[in-house]
C-alpha cells in the first residue's frame, strides 16, 4: 500500500465518524447538528435574529431560516416580533427546546476540540497546516463549509 492510500484511508475514516455520530445524533435527538448548533447558539444569544444566528454559525441566512422554519413546526423555537420595531423578528427556544438541548448528546466537534485545546501550538499549527493543505490539494479550498461536522447537504433543512 502506498502512504497517499494511508491518507486515504484516514480521510475516509474521518468521513465516516462524521457520518456515524450524525446518525446516532438523529436517533437520540431527534435533531441533526446544523439544528442542535442553532439550538445553542440561540440558548447563549437568548433571542437572536436569523441574521445575527447565522453568523454565529457560519451557515447562511436562508439556511438558518430553513432551520428555524423546521425547530418552529417541532416546537423548539418560536418566532417574536421586536417591540421596538415590528419589522423586526427574534428566534427563541421554547421550554421544549431548552428541554431537547438538555438532553441532547455532544456532538463530535465538541470532543474534538476539547482534545484540540489540550495540545501544544506547534502541534495545532501542524495540523492547520496539513489539514490547508489536503484541501488544496482536493481542490476545496474555496468550497462553502461552517465548522459543523456533519455529512451531505446542510440545506436539507
Given at each position: ?29 431527534g ?62 427556544l ?26 501544544q ?14 484541501a ?22
Amino acid at each position: 500500500m502506498n502512504d497517499y492510500d494511508d491518507i486515504l484511508i484516514l480521510i475516509r475514516r474521518i468521513m465516516r465518524a462524521i457520518d456515524l455520530q450524525s446518525k446516532q445524533l438523529v436517533k437520540q435527538s431527534g435533531l441533526t447538528a446544523p439544528q442542535l448548533v442553532v439550538l445553542q447558539a440561540l440558548r447563549r444569544e437568548g433571542r437572536a435574529a436569523p441574521s445575527a444566528v447565522a453568523r454565529e454559525v457560519a451557515l447562511s441566512q436562508a439556511t438558518v431560516t430553513s432551520i428555524l422554519d423546521r425547530l418552529d413546526r417541532a416546537g423548539l423555537t418560536r418566532r417574536e416580533r421586536s417591540d421596538a420595531d415590528k419589522r423586526v423578528v427574534y428566534a427563541c427556544l421554547t421550554e421544549a427546546g431548552e428541554r431537547k438541548l438538555a438532553e441532547a448528546p455532544e456532538l463530535l466537534q465538541s470532543g474534538f476540540l476539547r482534545q484540540y485545546r489540550m495540545l501544544q501550538d506547534w502541534e495545532r499549527s501542524m495540523i492547520v497546516s496539513s489539514f490547508q493543505r489536503v484541501a488544496a490539494m482536493m481542490d476545496a479550498e474555496d468550497l462553502d463549509a461552517s465548522p459543523i461536522l456533519d455529512v451531505g447537504d446542510i440545506a436539507r433543512d
